[in-house]
């Protein structure tokens, strides 16, 4: 196979694994009756804040609405680039070692690669943004699972 093929494939596995983190983590706000609570702690702590203060109410509304969606809209861009990369990553690292690329092993990538990076953006932030998020252990639950699908994506390719 190659070499642009693996990493066509590593890229698609990531986008998998990024849409599956997105899927569960928006599951899991709708549960808990917080639509967008997740992408909100996240986004505030990498972006910013979502809101501006303004005297005019609806004034207020509508730049605070474009801003959330614009913010909304650069978070899953860059949770997506994310997440891309480091499937690249994963066959690379998988291939150098000759590791097979399964449900397994890519759950065990997700667990540790998916989270060390979540881990490290949370702290250069300087911000406590797991209170605002369901939880270590929700975010672990879905980088597992994300790296489940990729892994499950890339053996079907193999």
């Not at 990493?7 to 599951?27: C, D, E, Y």
């Not at 060390?116 to 369901?134: K, Q, Y």
């Not at 790296?147 to 053996?155: A, E, I, T």
Request: hydrophobic share 55%.
């Amino acid at each position: 196979m190659t070499e642009s093929s693996r990493i066509t494939q590593g890229l698609r596995g990531g986008f998998l694994a990024a849409g599956t983190v997105a899927a569960f983590f928006f599951f899991s706000d709708l549960l808990h009756l917080a639509p967008l609570s997740t992408p909100a702690a996240l986004g505030h702590a990498v972006l910013g804040p979502w809101a501006v203060e303004i005297d005019f109410p609806i004034v207020a509304r509508i730049a605070n609405g474009a801003l959330f969606g614009g913010k909304l809209l650069t978070l899953t861009g860059l949770h997506f680039m994310t997440f891309g990369l480091l499937g690249i990553g994963a066959v690379a690292v998988f291939d150098r070692y000759r590791v097979p690329l399964n449900i397994v092993s890519g759950a065990t990538f997700g667990l540790v690669a998916y989270s060390t990076v979540f881990m490290v953006v949370t702290a250069m932030t300087g911000s406590d943004v797991l209170t605002g998020l369901p939880g270590v252990g929700s975010v672990a639950v879905a980088n597992l699972l994300g790296g489940g699908v990729m892994g499950g994506y890339l053996q079907m390719c193999e």
